[in-house]
């Protein structure tokens, strides 16, 4: 009988699980938060398992009713309010069709008991978002959302550890340039070429630049791009650190003169 | 008493049987082959006609409409006659069904790959055969009504009750989504726009889910099942409840699929708390079904056909609680868009509609033949593999989707999305693409076995077209209107039966979509949205034709990880003039709702000769032959005017300008493009096809940019 008890056990710490308030909110607030998506995996994975314990208990059930009559079994024949099967004899209705009959059983009792309660669910769902007003419609959750994400920026923006465009500098470290090259490989080689020669954005080894050829400069046009010139923001994509080192890259590929080469575009700078 | 002699129409319930086994390995097949193309997009073989935009909506109209389709008019057929104690209506219009049915399959098949198609989902066929399939199915519904108005069997079995709801239902839903203005004979515009036609196009979609896939398989389950085991129905007052509830209740579940979408935040409200009171009612029918198994549960276990009804049923309990999940707002921000769907549809169509089908077909096959069936051992056979090609789709395809979907979600402490680039999220789920074209081919190697099996069942028996049988006459009804038996007085009446169930399907539909016309406050304008351009218009169509939106959804969620990733979240007053909406079901790719003005000209036009060219690892297909064809414009003039007709403030007498309009903007991008040193003629398909995607989701930007 333990496994019985672990069964009831189960059901019932689901039944508490899926009736308490986590699921009635919309979602959690999203953003950095593991916790989060922690409870939705879990909630998933419980709902899936219940359709299955339910399966279960109803296949038990029949085996139980043989069985001498503990308490989940009284349990059990409460909930499903049957009579033994070999008492359905009474039960037939005068109905025949090609030879089937039908039964008159009760619908069972917890069959009932979710259905009122799910329209008893349903009705306080309504009220609450609209009628209430109490719940976060999905307008609300995003709000929130964005104002703790900006609150998050604004201290670490404050703790002076992001670097931006006034204050980035460029870094010589092989550590970093590898870092950058990585990024450059994976982000910008697209348009720019594997090696900076150029293809849809313009060259990064010939003496032009279009919008400046300090780190700060492009430092500020990788941060907000020039979406005239398709050249996209990536502010959201990379982090300042990454920023700061693919630009930090870029200015390495001066003067390595790779193959295929797109005609200089934007004013010619003199170095030294 | 007096008998009368009859006989049952078996050749209709044959040529249906038999055409249910041949679509089935053709939709099967495509859909293996679709599963492959998701990994291997170079599997299209260059050509136009078998990328997976075209393949995927043949792949579900040949699953739903010609596996399926036949299959429920199979059982229908056999079923309908024997309850009712009654032929067939009107031969003939046995023979117009099933012909009119098998025409529309083929036209389907035909204008699917060249590119004919709505963009609607499970509703993509054009105009003409829409009328077509109206008129067959009200034909079907005639033949139904009409045995069931001469039968000799006093009262309606809850068989019947799901036929005539399904029968009223489609052709409620058919009719109401298809409505549309003809361009010319393979193109046309549907009357709704926007989040209307979202609302009106799930609330077909997901009934037909409920009235095609669930319904008449419910009507089949009532039949087959307690045939095949020899038992009584379990409980008759459940019939009853679980009937009428769910007919009810399904069709107000509709906007579940718009969760966190433009549409009004009360539709969706409704879409959940319905989907949720959804649940006992559908479960009302498994537990019929496995209840109706009392007692006779140890033939389960060496009946081939019973193990078929377990499985399918028990599959439709898990679908059906899964949906109700899925439709809680905060498990749907999590699984739409993504794989899950996917696996929680095919839980419904491999588990529920497939076995049932086949447990149907093993019993049906020797029964109309006269004989055993040739192998119960092939069939076992067949069992086995069917059910662990379901397990090898589906859960490889539920981690798919729950890792990709956090995966778009998760930020890096910095506040930035960890994988800001979206084929990232894409390679991570390869392996589990392969793992369900390995299900997928699985489940097929099964259907190929059970059509050997029962093509073998047929050689051995002999086939009776006409069945003799024999009954009294039905004589007066006496059933009479009181307390306690008012559902066994409407069990008498075809036609009140039939009108109250129209009553019940009706009335969740009118709630939730007249008033998104009647409200204003339901679609707030932007006045910065603006028609479009001819030539963004000709453009649009291409994305339709080449179903861009089986792969990429035009919706952007107010999501902070979505406004991130695509740009500031849909507003429904966007999408006044899309005629149809592309919002899209799932995204194999990323949102392209924010995707004007992100790109240059170039980087699109080298995209679409070769994705790989610059987003290197993609899964998307080429489109070589969008530089090459010619822009068809000699419906461009039609197509402004139906537009107006519709609504779209073109002003008058526009059309005989577009032409010029058109080049005049093509040739811009023409210029832009040979400026970056892409030679290319203004009058080519990828030319309309930029301005378009140039244009999408900028109109709001032109506001944002004039308040500033």
Redesign the interface.
């Known amino acids: 009988m333990k496994v019985i008890k672990k069964l009831k056990i189960t059901a019932i710490l689901f039944l508490l699980f899926i009736f308490s308030s ?2 009635l ?4 607030v ?3 938060d593991d916790l989060g ?1 922690l409870i ?2 879990m ?2 994975l419980t ?2 398992l ?2 299955i314990i ?2 279960l208990i ?1 296949v038990y059930s ?1 085996k139980s009713e043989a069985a001498e009559a503990s308490g989940f079994s009284k349990f059990m024949s409460m909930i499903n309010s ?1 009579p033994p ?1 070999d008492e ?1 004899q009474n039960l ?2 005068d ?1 025949d ?12 009792p917890w ?1 009932m008991a ?2 009122y309660g ?2 008893l ?2 009705a306080v ?2 009220v609450n ?2 009628i209430l007003g109490s719940g976060n ?3 609300d ?2 709000a929130e ?2 104002q703790i ?1 900006s609150m ?2 604004e201290i ?1 923006n404050r703790s002076g550890a ?1 670097v931006n465009e006034e204050t980035v500098t460029i870094l010589d470290n092989a550590a970093a340039l590898a870092s950058g090259k990585d990024t450059y490989v ?2 910008c080689a ?2 720019h070429g594997m090696n900076g020669e150029g293809l ?1 954005g313009p060259n990064f080894t010939d003496d032009y630049w279009i919008h400046g050829n300090k780190v700060n400069d492009l430092f500020k046009t990788i941060k907000y791009g020039v ?1 005239q ?2 050249m ?1 923001s990536w502010q ?5 650190t990454q920023m700061q080192e693919v630009a930090s890259y870029i200015l390495t590929l001066r003067g390595t003169n790779p193959a295929n080469q797109k005609a200089p575009e934007g004013e010619l700078y003199k170095y030294e | 008493m007096n008998v009368e002699k009859f006989s049952y129409d078996n050749q209709i319930v044959k040529l249906f049987l038999i055409a249910t086994i041949v679509w089935g390995i053709v939709a099967l097949t495509v859909g293996v082959w679709i599963a492959v193309a998701l990994y291997y997009p170079e599997l299209n073989l260059g050509l136009s006609y078998t990328t997976f935009g075209r393949l995927r909506p043949l792949h579900t109209n040949a699953a739903i409409f010609a596996f399926i389709g036949n299959a429920i008019f199979t059982g229908v057929y056999y ?1 309908l006659q ?2 009712s ?1 009654a032929r067939m209506f009107n031969d003939t219009l046995s023979k117009i069904n099933f012909w009119g049915w098998q025409l529309i399959i083929v036209l389907a098949a035909v204008t699917l790959v060249s590119g004919i198609t709505t963009s609607k989902e499970y509703a993509e066929l054009e105009w003409p055969i829409d009328i077509l399939i109206a008129v067959v199915w009200v034909v079907f519904g005639v033949n139904m009504i009409g045995t069931l108005m001469k039968r000799r ?1 006093k ?1 309606i ?1 809850v ?1 019947a009750w799901f036929y005539i709801a399904t029968f009223v239902t489609v052709a409620v839903l058919h009719i109401g989504n298809s409505i549309e203005l003809p361009v010319s004979l393979t193109k046309s515009y549907p009357v709704y726009a926007g989040i209307q036609d979202a609302l009106v196009q799930w609330w077909y979609g997901h009934n037909a889910v409920a009235f095609f896939l669930t319904t008449p398989f419910l009507g089949l389950m ?2 087959y099942l ?2 095949a085991a020899n038992r ?8 009853i ?1 679980h009937f009428w ?1 769910l007919i009810f209740i399904y069709i107000w579940a509709g906007p579940h699929h718009l969760l ?1 979408s433009a549409i009004p ?2 539709a ?3 879409g ?3 989907s ?2 959804l ?3 559908s ?2 029918g498994m ?1 019929n079904g ?2 109706t198994l ?2 006779a ?1 140890d033939r389960v276990r060496d009946n081939p056909v019973l193990k078929f009804f377990v499985v399918g049923v ?1 599959a439709y ?2 679908s059906t ?2 949906g109700p ?1 899925l439709s ?4 749907n ?3 739409h868009f993504t794989d899950w769907i996917p696996a929680h549809v095919h839980v419904g169509t491999l588990g529920w509609n497939g076995f049932m089908t086949f447990g149907m077909l093993y019993w049906l096959v020797p029964k109309m033949w006269k004989t055993e069936l040739f192998s119960k051992k092939l069939a076992n056979v067949h069992f086995w593999i069917g059910t662990l090609g379901i397990v090898v789709w589906v859960i490889p395809m539920w981690w798919a989707g ?1 890792t990709q979907s ?1 995966m778009w ?9 960890k994988y ?2 979206f084929l990232e999220t894409v390679l991570q789920i390869v392996p589990m693409y392969i793992m369900r074209s390995v299900g997928g081919a699985l489940y097929l190697t099964g259907i190929i076995i059970a059509s050997y099996n029962l093509f073998k069942t047929m050689g051995m028996g002999s086939f009776v077209a006409n069945e003799e049988a024999e009954a009294a006459p039905r004589g007066p009804i006496t059933d009479k209107l009181q307390y306690g038996m008012i559902h066994r007085y409407l069990e008498s009446k075809t036609l009140l039966f039939t009108g109250l169930a129209f009553v019940a399907i009706i009335i969740g539909g009118l709630v939730e979509i007249v008033p998104t016309y009647l409200i204003s406050s339901n679609v707030p304008t932007i006045a910065s949205v603006q028609p479009y351009t001819p030539l963004e218009l000709e453009g649009r169509d291409i994305y339709i034709k080449e179903a861009c939106n089986s792969c990429h959804s035009q919706m952007v ?5 979505e ?3 695509y740009g500031e ?1 849909s507003k429904a007053g966007e999408f006044v003039y899309d005629h149809p909406h592309l919002w899209g079901s799932k995204r194999t790719g990323p949102d392209l709702h924010r995707i004007g ?7 699109h036009y ?1 995209h679409m000769e070769n994705p790989r ?4 690892g993609s899964l998307m297909p080429r489109y070589p032959w969008l530089l090459e064809n010619q822009l068809d414009v000699s419906s461009l003039e039609a197509k402004i005017s139906a537009m107006r007709t519709l609504g779209v403030p073109y002003p008058e007498g526009f059309e005989s300008q577009a032409n010029a309009e058109l080049m005049q903007q093509a040739e811009i991008i023409s210029n832009d493009l040979l400026e ?1 040193g892409i030679v290319t003629e203004p009058d080519k398909e990828i030319v309309a096809l930029i301005a378009y995607l140039q244009r999408l989701g900028t109109d709001i930007k032109t506001k944002v940019a004039e308040t500033k």
């Not at chain 1, 909110?25 to 959690?28: K, R, V």
Request: glycine share 6%; with cysteine.
């Open positions: 986590t699921i909110a919309e979602t959690a999203e953003g950095g998506s939705k995996i909630v998933a709902a899936f219940v359709a339910m399966w109803l029949e049957r099967i359905e037939l209705l109905h069709y090609d030879g089937i009959k039908e039964l008159n059983n009760k619908i069972p069959f979710i259905f799910s329209i669910w349903a769902y309504m978002f609209h419609v999905q307008e959750e995003y959302a964005v994400a998050e920026r670490l992001l994976k982000n697209a348009c849809v979406p010139k398709g996209i959201a994509q990379l982090d300042p | 079923s024997r309850i104690k069997e009262h079995y068989a009532y039949y307690p045939k009584p129905i379990f409980s008759y007052k459940l019939s409840l509830s966190y935040n009360w969706q409200s409704l959940t708390v319905f949720i009171m649940w006992m009612p479960w009302g537990l496995l209840l009392r007692g549960w028990t309990g898990m609680f899964e999940m809680l707002k905060s498990v921000a999590l699984a729950i956090l979600k998760e930020f890096t402490p910095l506040g930035l999305l800001p680039n969620r107010p999501f902070r990880s406004v991130e990733r979240y003005g992100k790109y240059s000209n170039m980087w080298l060219s610059m987003s290197p970056n």
